[in-house]
T-cell receptor
Framework: GENVEQHPSTLSVQEGDSAVIKCTYS??????FPWYKQELGKRPQLIID?????GEKKDQRIAVTLNKTAKHFSLHITETQPEDSAVYFC???????????FGKGTTLSVSS | SQTIHQWPATLVQPVGSPLSLECTVE??????LYWYRQAAGRGLQLLFY??????ISSEVPQNLSASRPQDRQFILSSKKLLLSDSGFYLC?????????FGQGTRLTVV
C-alpha cells in the first residue's frame, strides 16, 4: 500500500520568511496530493491540492509542486505570518475510492 | 451542503471498558468514510475506511473494529480498551478525493 513520508517534523521560521515542507510517496499509481492544515484543537482542513497532470499550483502565499518521476511533492509558504502556525499534513491517494494516506505532519511555528 | 457529525467530543474511559464512537454524514450519498487516529507525534493514522454499507477495510491490526450499518453512518468500537488506545479520533468523509473531517473525539483511557 501507499506510504507517505513527511519532513521536517518541526519547522520554526521568522515572520516574513518562507517555509518549505516536503513529502515523498511510494505508490506510483497515486495521482492526487492534498495538503491539510490543523490548528490546535481543531480538525484538519484542506488548504491546497495538486493532481498528477500538473507540476505546480499556487494560491496566494501557498504553492505546491509535484515531481512524479521522483515521487515527491512540496508545500511552499511565502511571507509567513503568525497565523500560519499549525500542523500541516500532506497526503496521497489514487482517485476513485481509495483512502487518503497522510504523512506524520509538520509543526510550523512562525514567530514575530 | 454536506455536514459531518461526530460524537462525543471528549471521553474518559477505564481500561477494559468498551468503546463506541459514532459518525454520521448529511447531505451526500454513498460517501467514502474514514476513521483516523491522531496520537501525539504520530500524525494521522488511518484505522478503517469504508466505500459502502457493510464494506470495511482495516489498515492497522488492533483491538478496534468498525461498522457501517447505514450509508451515512460509521461506528468505531472496541470490546476492551487499552491505555494505548488514548488519542484523538477523527471521522472523515470523501465524496471524491477531498476529505472533510468531523470535530474529533478526544479519548483518554485511564
Amino acid at each position: 500500500g501507499e506510504n507517505v513520508e513527511q519532513h521536517p517534523s518541526t519547522l520554526s521560521v521568522q515572520e516574513g520568511d518562507s517555509a518549505v515542507i516536503k513529502c515523498t510517496y511510494s505508490d506510483s499509481a497515486s495521482n492526487y496530493f492534498p495538503w491539510y492544515k490543523q490548528e490546535l484543537g481543531k480538525r484538519p482542513q484542506l488548504i491546497i491540492d495538486i493532481r498528477s497532470n500538473v507540476g505546480e499550483k499556487k494560491d496566494q502565499r501557498i504553492a505546491v509542486t509535484l515531481n512524479k518521476t521522483a515521487k515527491h511533492f512540496s508545500l511552499h509558504i511565502t511571507e509567513t505570518q503568525p497565523e500560519d502556525s499549525a500542523v500541516y499534513f500532506c497526503a496521497a491517494t489514487v482517485q476513485a475510492g481509495t483512502a487518503l494516506i497522510f504523512g506524520k505532519g509538520t509543526t510550523l511555528s512562525v514567530s514575530s | 451542503s454536506q455536514t459531518i457529525h461526530q460524537w462525543p467530543a471528549t471521553l474518559v474511559q477505564p481500561v477494559g471498558s468498551p468503546l463506541s464512537l459514532e459518525c454520521t454524514v448529511e447531505g451526500t450519498s454513498n460517501p467514502n468514510l474514514y476513521w483516523y487516529r491522531q496520537a501525539a507525534g504520530r500524525g494521522l493514522q488511518l484505522l478503517f475506511y469504508s466505500v459502502g454499507i457493510g464494506q470495511i477495510s482495516s489498515e492497522v491490526p488492533q483491538n478496534l473494529s468498525a461498522s457501517r450499518p447505514q450509508d451515512r453512518q460509521f461506528i468505531l468500537s472496541s470490546k476492551k480498551l487499552l491505555l494505548s488506545d488514548s488519542g484523538f479520533y477523527l471521522c472523515a468523509w470523501a465524496g471524491g478525493t477531498e476529505a472533510f473531517f468531523g470535530q474529533g473525539t478526544r479519548l483518554t483511557v485511564v
